[in-house]
């Protein structure tokens, strides 16, 4: 079991009990292989295997329970970014942490590129096998669902891009299945006035197209594209936003250039030390992690430090923040 840590990072040794919650759906069909690959590992361990269902966290609460009845030193979540966020909500919801070592086969895998955990499910799954180190990651808590999350909660474009991208668009073209329909929304779209209420400050008004509150920066899993160069997702510091691409086209060489979108132009990012409140008028979508949540307004928690993630141990000598993906 752990307990939270001022400190960012901390040495893991292998594990000898390990939980696993696997997306058989997941990454074109890369379930069922991860599946039998687990099963192999009982030589190297004790393996407990957790398959999810659509639209339901049983499983996660069950694998949860499981491991720490059981002693496990390790939980893997083999899936996306939405996995990453359930099994973090039936994580924190029941009791301490416990180290979790993720297996990206999913759609984006943005956290997994931030945590530099190999791309690779194979060498991942090796990671999630060895001796590696902890990385104490900051985490949101939407108060309305109670769900945790480790990306971002917004509400605007992202969650009506989500409503026209199909689960069959994803297995087969990954994260670019979100481009032709957030292009077509981003066209669309009026600009919204959202009213953000952070910590005890006074409320501001932003217009725009989209409110967020970010863990960490990137916005795409494969590519090196960011909200803001200063956002760390380590730093006990939430960042509550309005992206408000008013000449998004005139700026749009100097985005590529800095490979982020952050200027006065395109989005305002505030600091959040507890808590931020998002309404819109009129009302808007949701969403936490890729999926859908409800309306605004959304309420969030910052829980600072509360995911042990799983990294490779090089990466914790000195690491800072890296946005180039692993080959």
């Known amino acids: 079991m752990l307990t939270q840590t001022q400190t960012r990072f901390a040495k893991l040794p292998a594990p000898k009990r390990v939980v696993a919650i696997v997306n058989p759906e997941a990454s074109k069909g890369v379930g069922p292989n991860l599946l039998r690959l687990l099963q192999s590992r009982r030589r190297f361990a004790e393996v407990e295997i ?23 030193d390790r939980v893997i979540v083999a899936g996306g970014d939405g996995l990453i966020m359930q099994a973090l909500t039936a994580m924190l919801d029941t009791g301490t942490p416990l180290p979790i070592a993720i297996i990206p086969i999913g759609t984006g895998n943005i956290v997994a590129g931030d945590l530099r955990v190999p791309r690779n499910f194979r060498w991942a799954l090796r990671l999630a096998f060895n001796d590696a180190a902890i990385h104490w990651w900051d985490v949101g808590q939407v108060s309305e669902s109670g769900y945790f999350f480790a990306l971002r909660a917004s509400a605007g474009h992202d969650a009506n891009t989500l409503t026209h991208v199909r689960h069959q668009a994803k297995a087969r073209w990954g994260s670019m ?63 509550g936003g309005v992206i408000h691409p008013r000449k998004f086209f005139q700026d749009l060489p100097r985005i590529m250039h800095q490979r982020a979108l952050e200027g006065e132009h395109t989005v305002s990012i505030y600091p959040v030390h507890r808590q931020i ?34 990294i490779p141990a090089r990466h914790s000598e000195g690491w800072q923040l890296d946005i180039t993906p692993e080959s």
Do not use: C, W
């Not at 339901?56 to 609460?61: F, G, K, R, T, V």
């Not at 952070?198 to 501001?204: A, G, S, V, Y």
């Not at 969403?287 to 995911?307: C, E, N, S």
């Open 177 to 239: 299945a979100y481009a032709v329909p957030a292009v077509r929304e981003l066209m669309r779209m009026e600009p919204i006035q959202f009213q953000l209420t952070i910590d005890e400050m006074p409320p501001i008004i932003v217009q725009g197209i989209t409110a967020f509150v970010a863990v960490t920066s990137r916005m795409v899993g494969s590519i090196p594209f960011n909200l803001s160069q200063s956002i760390r997702a380590d730093d006990g510091v939430l960042h």
């Open 50 to 72: 957790f398959t999810t269902e659509a639209n339901s966290l049983n499983a996660h609460y069950a694998a949860f329970k499981f491991a720490r009845e059981t002693g496990a």
């Open 277 to 310: 409140t998002i309404e819109s008028d009129p009302p808007q979508r949701t969403q936490i992690d890729g999926d859908l949540l409800g309306q605004t307004p959304l309420t969030v928690k910052v829980i600072p430090r509360g995911a042990p993630f799983v």
